[in-house]
């Protein structure tokens, strides 16, 4: 499956993104879905993660209360609704998705990847 990133920018501290990730397989509905960021000089980390069957949430301690993730698999689409954005948050944010039931958090248990989408947070 390929995936396809959208939505990053310039934004000021406080503001909001809304991050999509457009797929191309019918086959959506079989993966979790997953969002992750990494900042220069940085490791890759989790951001966000969605169930496949549940459609259950999970999320970073860094972002709880403030992202929100969901998908549309009619759209084949999952989303990333980023409020209150904080100047650590910066980073590229790619989607991710994985033919595990259970969202993880680690980034080799996804099997594809998006290009990734730049989030710029001024201060």
């Known amino acids: 499956v390929q995936l396809q990133a959208s939505g990053g920018g310039l934004v000021q501290v406080g503001g909001s993104l809304r991050l999509s990730c457009a797929a191309s397989?019918?086959?959506?509905?079989?993966?979790?879905m997953a969002w992750f960021r990494q900042a220069p000089g940085k490791e890759r980390e989790f951001v966000a993660g969605?169930?496949?069957?549940?459609?259950?949430?999970y999320y970073a301690d860094s972002v709880k209360g403030r992202f929100i993730i969901s998908r549309d698999n009619a759209k084949i689409t999952v989303y990333l609704q980023m409020n209150s954005l904080k100047p650590e948050d910066t980073a590229v944010y790619y989607c991710?998705?994985?033919?595990?039931?259970?969202?993880?958090?680690?980034?080799?248990?996804?099997?594809?990847w998006g290009q990734g989408t730049q989030v710029t947070v001024s201060s």
């Open positions: 397989a019918r086959t959506f509905g079989r993966y979790a």
């Open positions: 969605i169930s496949r069957n549940t459609g259950n949430a």
């Open positions: 991710a998705a994985s033919t595990i039931v259970a969202v993880t958090t680690s980034p080799v248990t996804y099997d594809y």
